[in-house]
Nanobody, 127 residues
């Protein structure tokens, strides 16, 4: 069982920035934390969960079209922490943001049963 905890959500005005963090506190026995791929997903109010960005254990990144050019995903292996730097936030970015971890995490698979999901952190962007 992988345990994850997000932080860094909040309320900002359009054009503002936030940085989300997700710490992996417990990994599946036999799998080093550095071997996990991780990703960010979000669920806007009344909508289905969607992918935002993902990063593989080797550092390869992928983004949803909505995130390209504005969001940056990164990982600090020494701290077992995943980040999402979000710039130029817009009201349509308002959502509950979740991180996930598994051997493979795909930004195009937001509802897959990954080994670990965080509890979510709320991001609200006002116009």
């Amino acid at each position: 069982q992988v345990q994850l905890r997000e932080s860094g959500g909040g309320s900002v005005q359009a054009g503002g920035s936030l940085r989300l963090s997700c710490t992996l506190s417990k990994a599946t026995i036999g799998i080093p934390a550095t071997e996990y791929s991780m990703g960010w997903f979000r669920q806007p109010p009344g909508k289905e969960r969607e992918g935002v960005a993902a990063i593989s254990s080797s550092g390869s990144t992928s983004y949803a079209d909505s995130a390209k050019g504005r969001f940056t995903i990164s990982k600090d292996n020494a701290k077992n922490t995943l980040y999402l730097q979000m710039n130029n936030l817009q009201p349509e970015d308002t959502a509950m943001y979740y991180c996930a971890a598994d051997v493979v995490v795909l930004v195009d698979a937001p509802t897959y049963g990954y080994q670990g999901w965080g509890q979510g952190t709320q991001v609200t962007v006002s116009s």
